[in-house]
């Protein structure tokens, strides 16, 4: 089983959620929660713990001068700018690669091969006796993003378990965590902005066939509208959570709701319920 906690938009509790639901799953199962928003992972704050580093590396292309014969097939290949065929010599700009190998099989002369390239890391922890946690890390001012993402979900396979916390929007990110999910869970807020992107990020679940919920976080009360639109998309609402102050200090601090606030074990008992048999 794997659940994705995804959104349309940032700031709306995804990581909340994902690490309270992985918390009460991990009190009678064992669970693996994979932090797949590597730009800006941040489930160790809520699940602290040793962890053990893995670096991640894509492929991109090295050029054999000597038998590169500069005839500029690979540069007109690519499609993202990462060769350029010059003169007596050829550009490569390892930052733009995609790895898709095109360059290789597209070389008459065999001149260009694979290297490894480091795009980040993935950190491996057991904060819990029956809590994994798995944080995707991108370097900073890569652009890999999925790379970093799918190696993260490899780590998680064989769990019968996995809580996969994506990254905001509906972009490749999203689409690449979203990829192999059982169930999503969307959060929203109950504001025009959050209903807007809820309703791109509902878009891209129905677009991948992938049965989804919502929880709404940070109620005001005023869900009226978002009740509707989830009504109108058969969305099931899951669980609704107040705008609080104690939530949010438990939250400013690290801390799980669900661990340190009367009740709320019992309610993130009932969304597991929802979404996990």
Avoid at 22 to 47: G, I
Avoid at 69 to 76: A, D, I, N, P, Y
Avoid at 195 to 216: R, W
Wanted: charged content about 20%; some cysteine; proline content about 8%.
């Amino acid at each position: 089983m794997k659940i994705a906690i995804a959104s349309g938009k940032g700031g709306t509790g995804k990581s909340t959620v994902a690490a309270n639901l992985a918390y009460v799953l991990s009190r009678s199962r064992d669970v693996v929660l994979v932090d797949c928003d590597v730009e800006e992972p941040n489930l160790h704050l809520f699940c602290p713990a040793a962890a053990v580093d893995v670096p991640v590396t894509t492929p991109v292309p090295a050029i054999d001068p000597a038998r590169c014969t500069f005839c500029g097939e690979c540069g007109k290949f690519c499609r993202f700018g990462a060769l350029s065929v010059l003169k007596d010599s050829v550009l490569v700009f390892p930052e733009l690669c995609h790895s898709c190998g095109g360059c290789v099989l597209v070389c008459p002369q065999g001149a260009v091969r694979e290297v490894p390239r480091t795009v980040g890391r993935v950190a491996c922890s057991r904060p819990l006796p029956r809590l994994t946690l798995v944080s995707g890390v991108l370097n900073e001012g890569e652009v890999q993003a999925p790379a970093v993402i799918r190696a993260a979900k490899m780590l998680g396979e064989g769990h019968p378990l996995a809580v996969y916390d994506a990254a905001p929007g509906i972009a490749c990110p999203v689409i690449e965590t979203l990829e192999g999910s059982d169930a999503c869970v969307l959060v929203t807020e109950s504001t025009p902005f959050g209903l807007h992107d809820l309703s791109l990020a509902a878009e891209v679940v129905e677009k991948l066939g992938i049965p989804a919920g919502v929880v709404i976080n940070r109620s005001d009360g005023e869900d009226a509208p978002t009740v509707a639109f989830c009504r109108e998309h058969d969305l099931p609402v899951l669980m609704t959570i107040p705008f609080s102050r104690e939530i949010a200090a438990v939250q400013n601090r690290g801390g799980l709701i669900c661990r340190d606030l009367p009740g709320w074990e019992e309610r993130f008992a009932g969304l597991v319920r929802k979404v996990s048999p």
